[in-house]
Structures are given as C-alpha cells and as structure tokens.
C-alpha cells in the first residue's frame, strides 16, 4: 500500500508542480533532494543512537553535496540521485539500522523519489 501511496502522491505533487510553474525554477528538484534525504537523519534524531543520526547525515550530505552540484552544473546528476535516492530507500535498512525509520517509508518514499526523478528527466529532454 506505500508503494501505490507513494506513486499517486509523488505523482498528484508532480502534476501541481508542473501546473503551478514551481519546476521551471532551477532550484526546485536540487532543494527536494535535499529534503527527501534529510528524513532519514530526522528518524535517526527521533528513534536511534548518535552514531546513527552520525552515518544518515554522512549519508544526507551525500545526497547535498550532488544537489549543489547538479545545481550548479548539470540537473541529469539531480535527477540521477533522486532515483538512486529511490534505490537507496530499497537497501538502506540492509546498510543502516535506523529504529526511527517508520515500515512504511522505505517503500513509500523509493516510489516517490523514482517518480519524481522521472519527472525531471522528462522535464530535461523536453527542454532539448
């Protein structure tokens, strides 16, 4: 069920994204990176050690560090990570144990992220 939540969510803020304009910004999918890789040291802070919260900002500023570059230079490398960032919503319980993570998450957040990933991919080829 997070998945299909995931897809329609992910999908309904794309469509009012795309009506409203808020995509024609640059900023607008390097700053939601941003965010959908900071929820997991918000987790970290909420349900798990120092150390945790530790290896998901290692992690966060990661994903920060692609947004500003992609900013900067090229917004494939945004669109890439959002759909890595996907990826990673897959296997990061395999790599981080997070007690803060909520079941759901992972799922939910992997279909927002890939969708929204496309979206800017759709968004970069169209502009070609």
Known sequence: ME?????VLS?????MVITVGFDRERAYYPILLIVVASYYV????MGASGRIVMVESLVAGGFLLVAVIGFKSNLWLVAG?????????FVHARFIANPGVPS???????????IAGGLLASRLIRAK
């Open 3 to 7: 998945y299909l939540i995931g897809v």
């Open 11 to 15: 999908l309904a803020v794309g469509g």
């Open 81 to 89: 990570a959002l759909v890595g960032h996907g990826v990673f919503d």
């Open 104 to 114: 759901w998450w992972p799922g939910f957040c992997m279909a927002f992220d890939v």
């Open 42 to 45: 918000l987790f970290a802070a």
